[in-house]
T-cell receptor, first 115, second 113 residues
Framework: AQKITQTQPGMFVQEKEAVTLDCTYD???????LFWYKQPSSGEMIFLIY??????QNATEGRYSLNFQKARKSANLVISASQLGDSAMYFC????????????FGKGTRLSVIA | EPEVTQTPSHQVTQMGQEVILRCVPI?????FYWYRQILGQKVEFLVS????????KSEIFDDQFSVERPDGSNFTLKIRSTKLEDSAMYFC???????????FGPGTRLLVL
């Protein structure tokens, strides 16, 4: 069974600084996908970034990058140049290999950006 | 940019009543999902739907729940007889064939009294 672990319930970061949100995963599948979603206080789930297990390079999307370390089974999200609008819950999730399969989510990390 | 929409945004109902939550997935997506998030907890998978039938469901998705695609655009989740513990945010999501990324709707916040 797949499992996602996010060990940081809450994080603080100063505006304009970079922050890393931790995510470790467990799976016996050789192929899988890893995702990060942002959930602001309004409640919606916003897709941020995706990493395939066979991708050679770490995924990047604007200020978001995914630090993928396959041997350590970690998929940390790095947010550069934090903005006040980045304050939200962040969820790490994974899918199984065949695509179009249910996502398994972690418990989330609440990020607070301080001015 | 295409997006998943959900109605209503909020629903308050009495225990034992039936509720129907509605979703309009992104138009070229063929895979549809329902998830729920109890307040303060993680997002949990309920059911996935493809080609007019359930492709996968979780233990949460018992006989009280059903899904339907009544026409070419809507995707619904019905809870037949709501219980207090059904109070949660319900998210619809959709994805393209062969693509892993699921795009979520804004959610319906259900409160059962």
């Amino acid at each position: 069974a797949q499992k996602i672990t996010q060990t940081q319930p809450g994080m603080f970061v100063q505006e304009k600084e970079a922050v890393t949100l931790d995510c470790t995963y467990d799976t016996s599948d050789p192929s899988y996908g890893l995702f990060w979603y942002k959930q602001p206080s309004s409640g919606e789930m916003i897709f941020l970034i995706y990493q395939g297990s066979y991708d050679q390079q770490n995924a990047t999307e604007g200020r978001y990058s995914l630090n993928f370390q396959k041997a350590r089974k970690s998929a940390n999200l790095v947010i550069s140049a934090s903005q006040l609008g980045d304050s939200a819950m962040y969820f790490c999730a994974m899918s199984s290999p065949s695509g179009n399969t249910p996502l398994v989510f972690g418990k989330g990390t609440r990020l607070s950006v301080i001015a | 940019e295409p997006e998943v929409t959900q109605t209503p945004s909020h629903q308050v109902t009495q225990m034992g009543q039936e509720v129907i939550l509605r979703c309009v997935p992104i138009s070229n997506h063929l895979y549809f999902y329902w998830y729920r998030q109890i307040l303060g907890q993680k997002v949990e998978f309920l059911v996935s739907f493809y080609n007019n039938e359930i492709s996968e469901k979780s233990e949460i998705f018992d006989d009280q729940f059903s899904v339907e695609r009544p026409d070419g655009s809507n995707f619904t989740l019905k809870i037949r007889s709501t219980k207090l513990e059904d109070s949660a945010m319900y998210f619809c999501a959709s994805s393209e064939p062969g693509q892993e990324t699921q795009y979520f709707g804004p959610g319906t916040r259900l409160l059962v009294l």
